[in-house]
């Protein structure tokens, strides 16, 4: 079964994080890694904290799990706006 929900890319290295939204959790981390061990990721900076850190230094979290799909978006934009995950703090772009 799909587990649909808002997940973080944790750098356990600077401290620095990542946030998304789902429908499937379990493939879109799968995607994450893919692209990253490719160098393709949308992320310039998570790329390059991967390249630099290497991947023992990120772990996936989930944040919170949906029940309702349609939430997904809201929720992400919750998560945004408390943890701020931009510039300093994170790899999201702004």
Known sequence: MKQSG??????SV???FYIGS??????????????LRRGKHNSLHLQR???????????????????DRSTLIEREQ????LE????TNG???A
């Open 22 to 35: 789902a429908v499937d959790l379990r493939t879109r981390w799968s995607v994450h890694q893919h692209l």
């Open 6 to 11: 808002i997940y973080k890319i944790n750098c």
């Open 78 to 81: 919750y998560y945004f706006d």
């Open 49 to 67: 904290a991967w390249i630099k850190y290497g991947a023992d230094a990120f772990r996936f979290e989930v944040i919170e799990y949906a029940e």
């Open 91 to 93: 790899y999201n772009i």
């Open 84 to 87: 701020a995950p931009f510039g």
């Open 14 to 16: 600077n401290g620095k």
